[in-house]
C-alpha cells in the first residue's frame, strides 16, 4: 500500500492533476471574493445614492441583492 503511494508521487500526471485542482481552488475562492466585493461596492454606492437624493451612486438597479 505504502508502495502504491510512493509510485503515485513519482508520477508526473498525478503533480500536474494536484497542480490544476489547487489552481481551480484559486480561482473558485477568488471569484468567490470578486463576488463579495462587487456586491459590496453595490450596497454602499445604492447608500449614496439614497443619501443624496440621486444625485450621487446607484440606483436600485438589481433586485437580487440584499443590502439591508
Do not use: T
Not at 489547487?22 to 459590496?40: F, H, I, K, N, T
Not at 439614497?50 to 440584499?66: F, R, T, V
Amino acid at each position: 500500500m505504502v508502495s502504491n503511494a510512493i509510485s503515485l508521487l513519482k508520477s508526473p500526471l498525478a503533480w500536474l492533476l494536484l497542480l490544476l485542482v489547487s489552481a481551480l481552488m484559486m480561482v473558485g475562492q477568488m471569484d468567490y471574493e470578486d463576488a463579495v466585493l462587487a456586491e459590496r461596492h453595490y450596497c454602499d454606492m445604492l447608500e449614496r445614492f439614497e443619501k443624496s437624493g440621486g444625485e450621487y451612486g446607484y440606483p436600485p438597479y438589481d433586485p437580487a441583492i440584499n443590502c439591508n
